[in-house]
């Protein structure tokens, strides 16, 4: 059983599209990450998220954190083939103090064509 | 360049041998973490290391063997794997512990492992 599933796991697009990602979950996080990772690389964090409701933006991306803190979503306008990647979001998804497990999601693979 | 140097990038190895993956950070950050990517599975947590003391072991197989000399240093070492052991090893770093204050995770590159 997965405890954060992202979906689509797949996603082929056109340039200048716009898409989103989704990571959902049963359980409440404390904070949830979203990272990109290119072929041959290891993942770049994105963005954390912490409170509940909060957008962030970075500048075709926006990030959702849903008021319950259980789901994500991960938007970008206009997307380039720079963007191609695996998508990957990350929580903590114990409340207190017991840090360090952080637990990813599945992935979503994304292909932007010029 | 994010900070952390893994070696070696690509490491292909019999069921019978021993070898070691390296990871080290430049950042100044005081948690260290390996994980292991499989395709089509999430990434799993393996060892997290904190000030060089051993915090948590996900229920990994003692064929692993994890080393943290000093909080810029950790090895993984090899022996006796199996070809499902084929993967590719990230190790990470932190400020902090993972989902908590500066809990952010600066990647390497990965170590490509093939058992044969």
């Known amino acids: 059983t997965q405890l954060l599933e992202q979906s689509p796991q797949f996603l082929s697009i056109q340039e200048g599209e716009n898409l989103t990602v989704y990571c959902n979950s049963s359980?409440?996080?404390?904070?949830l990450q979203w990272y990109r990772q290119e072929p041959g690389e290891g993942p770049v964090l994105l963005v954390t998220v912490v409170t509940g409701g909060e957008v962030k933006k970075l500048k075709r991306l926006t990030f959702q954190f849903g008021d319950a803190r259980k789901d994500s979503s991960l938007h970008i306008t206009a997307a380039q083939p720079g963007d191609t990647g695996l998508y990957l979001c990350?929580?903590?998804?114990?409340?207190?103090?017991?840090?360090?497990?952080?637990?990813f999601g599945q992935g979503t693979i994304l292909t932007v064509h010029p | 360049e994010t900070g952390v140097t893994q070696t070696p990038r690509h490491l292909v190895m019999g069921m019978t041998n021993k070898k070691s993956l390296k990871c080290e950070q430049h950042l100044g950050h005081n948690a260290m973490y390996w994980y292991k990517q499989s395709a089509k599975k999430p990434l799993e947590l393996m060892f997290v290391y904190n000030f060089k003391e051993q915090t948590e072991n996900n229920s990994v197989p003692s064929r692993f063997s994890p080393e943290c000399p000093n909080s810029s240093h950790l090895f993984l070492h090899l022996h006796t794997l199996q070809p499902e052991d084929s993967a590719l090893y990230l190790c990470?770093?932190?400020?902090?512990?993972?989902?908590?204050?500066?809990?952010?995770?600066?990647f390497g590159e990965g170590s490509r492992l093939t058992v044969l």
């Open positions: 359980s409440v996080f404390s904070s």
């Open positions: 990350a929580g903590d998804l114990v409340v207190g103090t017991s840090y360090g497990k952080l637990t």
């Open positions: 990470a770093s932190s400020l902090g512990l993972a989902g908590g204050p500066g809990g952010e995770l600066f």
